[in-house]
């Protein structure tokens, strides 16, 4: 682990993102440091999905900039590449190889990317699906699993390359409900652990529980940033209170 718990590990200065017309992401300004976890919340299409993907340039802005352990993303290339292995991403939809076993989807990156021995790659894999409850499932493709079984596969896979950070996008909406809470807990295990992670969530409970930060965002704009505590009890804003009153009552 270098450096300090409170290092800037990715800044983001002044972001701005259109798709034609829409303006998705408006003078965005937020740091996360490391071994925080900031979870962003919000309604649906107020631009938390893109912030998310432009922390490792899935998704590329029109203005400002993102610096991730004192680099800028780099537009593209071997830069680039290097950077996708330093962030680790969990998608809403899994992305597993399917033609592949869960233990080859995991030993598939540091293999590639990191030169590790089959070997070696072989038993960090098998540390790491114990770690997230799938040992058992080492051998079986993607389709013999869960969605929950896929998804820790899929957060195991993204711990094999040691990244700096990971960025989970809406892991748990593609999941049925008695399945989001064994991905939940092996996210909250991460946390505890002092992994730095940006979480998309509507998960409530696990920003309560889990975040260092929130980060409540509507209409392409940090609207207000404060620890799960003081959001939740004393929202600031019309906009957060409103949002909160909806999805609080139900």
Same mark, same amino acid.
């Given at each position: 682990m270098q450096g300090s718990a409170t290092d800037p590990l990715v800044v983001i200065d002044e972001v701005n993102k259109?798709?034609?017309?829409l303006h998705v992401l408006k003078d965005i300004n937020t740091t996360v440091r490391r071994g925080e976890v900031v979870v962003v919340i919000g309604p649906s299409g107020s631009g938390k999905s893109t912030l998310c993907r432009a922390i490792n340039r899935l998704e590329t802005i029109d203005s400002?900039?993102?610096t991730? !352990?004192?680099k800028k993303l780099p537009e593209e290339g071997k830069g680039l590449a290097q950077l996708r292995a330093d962030v680790g991403m969990v998608f809403q939809s899994f992305n597993l190889f399917a033609h592949k076993t869960v233990l080859e989807n995991v030993t598939l990156g540091p293999r590639q990317v990191r030169g590790m021995s089959k070997a070696d790659? !072989?038993?960090q894999a098998m540390q790491l699906l114990e770690r997230v409850g799938v040992a058992n499932q080492a051998n079986k493709l993607p389709s013999q699993l869960s969605g929950g079984?896929?998804?820790?596969?899929?957060?195991a896979r993204s711990l094999a390359m040691d990244p700096k950070l990971i960025l989970l996008d809406e892991p748990t909406s593609a999941l !049925?409900? $008695? /399945?989001i809470n064994e991905v939940? $807990?092996? /996210?909250?295990?991460l946390a505890k652990d002092g992994m730095t992670m940006v979480v998309v969530t509507h998960e409530m409970g696990f920003a309560r529980k889990a975040a260092n930060r929130v980060l409540f965002m509507a209409e392409g704009e940090i609207v207000e940033e404060a620890t799960p505590e003081q959001f939740f009890s004393n929202p600031q804003t019309p906009r957060a209170k409103d949002f909160l009153s909806k999805i609080l009552t139900h």
């Open positions: 259109h798709y034609g017309d400002g900039t993102i991730i !352990d004192g790659a !072989d038993k079984q896929q998804q820790r596969v899929a957060i !049925d409900p $008695e /399945m939940l $807990e092996v /996210m909250i295990g």
